[in-house]
């Protein structure tokens, strides 16, 4: 399929329900399509046009939605985190080009600064609660220079430009086409068969892939609605099920166990607005919370594989009638996903890196052609991007991952794969949430840890859990540190990161 963002709504009837938000009117597919026009018209006003960057600092919420559909019209988009501080404005504003950064009226934080001082043309996006859910106005505050490219967006223009997380390294500049984004957007809308009658309540942030895609790009490709919350907020999630009466939710496994850990005293509000499905991405779900959304709920639990360089999808778990297996992510479900050697450019069958092929996957890393070379190669007359996951499928198609390479410990010589670890852990009957991870060690190399959070009203210690865990597992994958923490320190996007974690605990000295 060859399309751009602009196509995936272009066609649903005017009056259907497209963007809603608390306490705001809905915004309909036909007001979508005229804040599109509005806003390439005062983006050219401004003098950026087709081909340059607009840098998106907004809170989530339906504007940063509606301003990544509209502003991909007529511009490469460019959302940011409005949480970094000023020297991360300053490096990603400057590593992307951005010509021009979008801002909320009365906005004068370090963004703000940083554009300033970059010389970029700033676009101040304004709006009325009582304009319908992600409708806004843009007021140039400053113009860029020169007369801009007026064409519209089409199927090899970039869209949408991101970082890579660049935990232990550099962060590569990841650039998404209008073909890729459409193309993975119709993906996750046929493997959840999104329809116009499905909502999707929305609580990712909007500067990553994951809300982009899942929530809103997808629904906008089905003719359907998203209810875009101000974030994620587990104390208010069961107020807005009743609120919007959605249909379906995506979110990361740290935002499903902080739902769980209050769906006991919400089953009212559960019973009351019933889901079709809820969905998983971005991060590992334990089996042990697949199996308890699925009893607390009432509904199928779709965990599914995703990644920035894959515009997200890779697989899915399918819908009733099929099988969701827990600990699995599913079935290929858009590109090809096929088994590679973990060093040489070769297909194969068993355990190895799980590889990709299709149209929504990145045409490469930009000025980066070390990590082109490192991460794409030919094979069986295609190009497969390399995705830094170890995995293999089960003989029913099922493609189960063991760990992110990086990730898996090498304690002298070998290997354990940190996700077997959580999963044991999270069969003790105390164990909340858990990451298991490298502690360097002067002999080993490395040693295995675990930081643990228990269950309200439990009790455990170091040794009873590295004694169930000893029952169960070899001696050499035994944590030999288990920290018994409150709260387990989360990235930007509530995902659990394993890589930094010994520092961050302040386990080791910074290098």
């Avoid at 288990?482 to 995902?495: D, N, Q, S, W, Y």
């Amino acid at each position: 399929m060859t399309a751009s963002l602009s196509d995936l709504f272009a066609f649903h009837r005017n009056d259907g329900l497209a963007v809603g938000a608390p306490d705001r009117p809905w915004l309909t597919y036909g007001g979508l399509r005229d804040l599109a026009s509005h806003s390439v018209a005062a983006l050219h006003a401004a003098g950026v046009g087709r081909g340059d960057r607009v840098a998106i600092v907004l809170p989530n919420g339906p504007e940063m939605a509606t301003a990544f559909v509209a502003i991909a019209q007529g511009a490469v988009t460019a959302p940011l985190n409005p949480g970094y501080r000023l020297e991360e404005f300053e490096f990603h504003l400057s590593d992307l080009g951005a010509r021009a950064i979008v801002l909320p009226e009365g906005y004068d934080g370090p963004a703000l600064t940083a554009a300033l001082r970059l010389g970029l043309a700033v676009l101040r996006l304004g709006h009325d609660a009582a304009d319908p859910a992600g409708w806004f106005s843009l007021r140039a505050e400053s113009v860029a220079p020169g007369e801009p490219d007026r064409d519209t967006a089409r199927p090899r223009d970039v869209a949408l430009i991101l970082h890579t997380s660049g935990t232990t390294s550099r962060p590569k500049i990841v650039p998404l086409l209008h073909r890729n984004l459409a193309a993975s957007a119709h993906h996750v809308a046929t493997s959840l068969a999104l329809t116009a009658h499905d909502r999707g309540l929305n609580m990712m942030p909007l500067f990553h892939i994951h809300g982009l895609v899942a929530s809103v790009a997808a629904s906008l490709a089905a003719g359907a609605s998203v209810w875009c919350a101000p974030g994620f907020d587990a104390l208010k999630f069961f107020g807005w099920l009743e609120t919007a009466r959605p249909t379906w939710y995506t979110a990361v496994p740290t935002m499903h166990q902080a739902i769980l850990a209050r769906a006991a005293r919400n089953a009212d509000a559960i019973e009351r607005a019933p889901l079709r499905f809820i969905r998983s991405s971005s991060a590992s779900l334990p089996a042990q919370v697949m199996e308890a959304l699925a009893t607390t709920f009432g509904a199928p639990v779709i965990e599914a594989y995703g990644m920035t360089e894959a515009a997200h999808q890779m697989t899915s778990n399918p819908l009733p009638p099929r099988a969701q297996k827990p600990g699995s992510v599913g079935l290929p479900a858009g590109p090809q996903v096929r088994i590679a050697d973990e060093a040489g450019n070769r297909l194969i069958d068993g355990l190895g890196e799980v590889v990709i092929s299709g149209p929504n996957v990145t045409p490469g890393y930009e000025a980066n052609e070390a990590a082109n070379a490192a991460s794409f190669f030919e094979a069986e007359g295609q190009r497969w991007f390399r995705t830094g996951d170890q995995g293999r499928f089960d003989p029913e198609g099922y493609l189960t991952i063991t760990g992110r390479l990086k990730e898996i410990i090498n304690r002298g010589g070998e290997k354990i794969s940190p996700l077997e670890v959580d999963g044991v852990l999270m069969d003790h009957p105390a164990v909340q949430q858990v990451v298991t991870f490298a502690l360097p060690h002067p002999r080993l190399g490395e040693e295995v840890a675990a930081a643990v959070v228990l269950r309200e009203g439990m009790a455990a210690d170091e040794a009873s859990i590295r004694a169930f865990c000893a029952a169960r597992l070899a001696d050499f994958k035994v944590p030999r540190r288990v920290l018994l923490l409150e709260e387990i320190p989360k990235g930007a996007t509530g995902k659990l990161q394993r890589i930094g974690l010994a520092e961050k605990l302040g386990l080791v000295s910074p290098a």
